[in-house]
């Protein structure tokens, strides 16, 4: 059975940080993409940043790029978001995805931790 389960959200200033990480579990996390989306109230759920193995390749959407840091363990199957200079814009629930790389295609997904960033 599959199982991703975030952590680390909660209320933080607006300048603060915060370190969001996803167990998983039911499938090969090490040669899995695996990737932070967030969803913020009334809008569309939207990719943060995306990492690959083995390569470790990363990927970021403009608006978190050289704020948020994505990384792996793969020995521990755990992906981690590391998120600094944190705005209000950034106030969202944040849904940890794999996705593997064998045959079928498919995607498994987190329940979400929300962070809000307020003063």
């Known amino acids: 059975q599959v199982h991703l389960v975030e952590s680390g959200g909660g209320l933080v200033q607006p300048g603060g940080s915060l370190r969001l990480s996803c167990a998983a579990s039911?499938?090969?996390?090490?040669?899995?993409?695996m990737s932070w989306y967030r969803q913020a109230p009334g809008k569309e759920r939207e990719l943060v940043a995306s990492i690959l193995s083995p390569s470790g390749r990363t990927d970021y959407d403009d608006s978190v790029k050289g704020r948020f840091t994505i990384s792996r363990d793969n020995g521990k199957n755990t992906v981690y978001l590391q998120m600094n200079s944190l705005k209000p814009e950034d106030t969202a629930v944040y849904y940890c995805k794999g996705r593997p790389s064998d045959w079928p295609p498919r995607a498994y997904w987190g329940a979400g931790t929300q962070v809000t960033v307020s003063s």
């Open positions: 039911g499938f090969i996390f090490s040669s899995s993409t």
